[in-house]
Nanobody
Framework: QVQLEESGGGVVQPGGSLRLSCVASGRTFSITSMGWFRQAPGKEREFVAAIRSTGENTWYGDSMKGRFIVSRDNAKNSWYLQMNSLKPEDSAVYYC?????????????????????WGQGTQVIVSS
């Protein structure tokens, strides 16, 4: 079992930046990949980014490419989402998640079922 705690959300002006953090505890040795999702009111949960625990690969949703960066620090059991050039449409509750035991299937990065444990969510509001 693994538990996740995320932080870093807040209110930021368009064009600004935020860095979200997620810290895992428990059976962290079984984590194979870490992910970020977001959900805005009335919208489906959307894939944002993911990274293998090895750092071998990173992936991003189409609207995040070139603006967001996912990274990890395995020694701290943590991973991060650096969000730059934020837009009002980035406003959402952001969730971190982990893939356990088996390798993340790259063709289905946004499949919620691949991620066994989720954080509580942290709200990001981009507004002037």
């Amino acid at each position: 079992q693994v538990q996740l705690e995320e932080s870093g959300g807040g209110v930021v002006q368009p064009g600004g930046s935020l860095r979200l953090s997620c810290v895992a505890s428990g059976r962290t040795f079984s984590i194979t990949s870490m992910g970020w999702f977001r959900q805005a009111p009335g919208k489906e949960r959307e894939f944002v980014a993911a990274i293998r625990s090895t750092g071998e690969n990173t992936w991003y949703g189409d609207s995040m490419k070139g603006r967001f960066i996912v990274s990890r620090d395995n020694a701290k059991n943590s991973w991060y989402l650096q969000m730059n050039s934020l837009k009002p449409e980035d406003s959402a509750v952001y969730y971190c998640a982990v893939k356990m035991n088996t390798r993340l299937i790259q063709s289905s990065l946004g499949d919620h079922a691949q991620y066994s444990t989720w954080g509580q969510g942290t709200q990001v509001i981009v507004s002037s």
